[in-house]
């Protein structure tokens, strides 16, 4: 028995419940008796069937599409656990939704991410579990502690079985200069030369690739970027890859595939061979033999069991 909660309770919402069952079996429990819904003129309601006094209560839930009603569940269900006199509440968003507005651009912006963690926090959640922050900033705007997971690891292992042998022919491709540090990283991990795709966005959702900074001439690429959204940058950079840099291949991974609007007639029009995405958000009803997702269920189910037994997450980031 440990102070903070006599025993681990995960609860899932709407919005991910596969990957919550997977954390659970990997876990070796069961996920939660819970009902959440919504009434007839679209508010959102929250039943947990079972007790939860003193427990240590993880709820999973990404707020992807419909990114407001996911976000308004998880609100309600960590609202129902702290009533019902949980030990602790860890919301774990594997997608964290409202990322992209952390700081003011122009005048009169929100800083809609800041916003957000302000609700999380004053719902009643504890702790925060995540991966993959759009911004590693956004962990500064809770008053709670928060754990950012990194999907580095699985790409890398991934990547590294893939191409293993072929990292001097093989370039690591940040898509913007705003994911140069990630993509650095990655590319040391595989011990593959790094290149960036410089360019210049003119309003939300579109971008015009600008030029290629490093060698990519015969070389297969993997752009390595955090989410996806429409994917237009995405597929210009392949395309400007190929057709400005003199790439052979075009493979790409990103930890979020948020995919909306046009995103997969683009992805299958695109240069890209490969498209590798992790189960953050669920696949959506859209197959594409280009696109294969990884489970990220063991990282989550591994730093679950060690924020329950107060014992280091830190060992997960390498």
Same mark, same amino acid.
């Given at each position: 028995?440990?102070?903070?909660?006599?025993?681990?309770?995960?609860?899932?919402?709407?919005?991910?419940?596969?990957?919550?069952?997977?954390?659970?079996?990997?876990?070796?429990?069961?996920?939660?008796?819970?009902?959440?819904?919504?009434?007839?003129?679209?508010?959102?309601?929250?039943?947990?069937?079972?007790?939860? $006094?003193?427990?240590?209560?993880?709820?999973?839930?990404?707020?992807?599409?419909?990114?407001?009603?996911?976000?308004?569940?998880?609100?309600? *269900?960590?609202?129902?656990?702290? $009533?019902?006199?949980?030990?602790?509440?860890?919301?774990?968003?594997?997608?964290?939704?409202?990322?992209?507005?952390?700081?003011?651009?122009?005048?009169?912006?929100?800083?809609?991410?800041?916003?957000?963690?302000?609700?999380?926090?004053?719902?009643?959640?504890?702790?925060?579990?995540?991966?993959?922050?759009?911004?590693?900033?956004?962990?500064?705007?809770?008053?709670?502690?928060?754990?950012?997971?990194?999907?580095?690891?699985?790409?890398?292992?991934?990547?590294?079985?893939?191409?293993?042998?072929?990292?001097?022919?093989?370039?690591?491709?940040?898509?913007?200069?705003?994911?140069?540090?990630?993509?650095?990283?990655?590319?040391?991990?595989?011990? *593959?030369?790094?290149?960036?795709?410089?360019?210049?966005?003119?309003?939300?959702?579109?971008?015009?690739?600008?030029?290629?900074?490093?060698?990519?001439?015969?070389?297969?690429?993997?752009?390595?970027?955090?989410?996806?959204?429409?994917?237009?940058?995405?597929?210009?950079?392949?395309?400007?890859?190929?057709?400005?840099?003199?790439?052979?291949?075009?493979?790409?991974?990103?930890?979020?595939?948020?995919?909306?609007?046009?995103?997969?007639?683009?992805?299958?029009?695109?240069?890209?061979?490969?498209?590798?995405?992790?189960?953050?958000?669920?696949?959506?009803?859209?197959?594409?033999?280009?696109?294969?997702?990884?489970?990220?269920?063991?990282?989550?189910?591994?730093?679950?069991?060690?924020?329950?037994?107060?014992?280091?997450?830190?060992?997960?980031?390498?």
């Amino acid at each position: 028995m440990i102070a903070h909660g006599k025993d681990i309770k995960i609860f899932a919402g709407n919005s991910n419940r596969a990957l919550a069952e997977d954390i659970c079996k990997r876990l070796g429990t069961q996920l939660g008796q819970a009902e959440s819904g919504c009434f007839s003129d679209g508010e959102n309601f929250v039943s947990i069937y079972e007790t939860v $006094r003193g427990s240590d209560v993880f709820v999973v839930q990404s707020t992807c599409s419909p990114v407001n009603d996911n976000l308004m569940e998880l609100l309600i *269900m960590i609202d129902a656990f702290k $009533r019902a006199s949980a030990g602790r509440i860890t919301a774990v968003i594997p997608y964290f939704g409202y990322a992209r507005q952390d700081r003011k651009t122009k005048p009169r912006d929100p800083i809609s991410a800041k916003l957000v963690a302000n609700l999380i926090t004053r719902a009643g959640a504890d702790r925060v579990l995540t991966m993959d922050l759009h911004a590693s900033q956004i962990q500064g705007f809770f008053d709670i502690p928060v754990d950012n997971l990194l999907g580095n690891p699985i790409f890398t292992h991934y990547f590294h079985e893939r191409f293993s042998g072929q990292e001097e022919k093989t370039v690591v491709v940040s898509p913007d200069v705003g994911s140069v540090a990630r993509a650095r990283a990655f590319a040391q991990k595989l011990g *593959m030369p790094l290149a960036i795709v410089d360019k210049r966005r003119q309003k939300a959702n579109s971008s015009e690739v600008m030029n290629i900074i490093g060698d990519v001439q015969g070389k297969q690429v993997i752009l390595f970027d955090d989410m996806v959204d429409t994917a237009g940058s995405l597929c210009g950079a392949a395309q400007a890859l190929v057709e400005i840099g003199g790439a052979t291949d075009v493979y790409a991974c990103a930890s979020h595939g948020v995919l909306s609007g046009p995103a997969y007639d683009r992805i299958e029009q695109s240069y890209i061979k490969e498209l590798i995405f992790l189960d953050t958000i669920p696949p959506q009803d859209h197959p594409s033999d280009k696109i294969k997702y990884l489970s990220v269920a063991d990282i989550f189910a591994d730093a679950i069991e060690r924020i329950y037994q107060e014992v280091s997450v830190s060992k997960l980031f390498n």
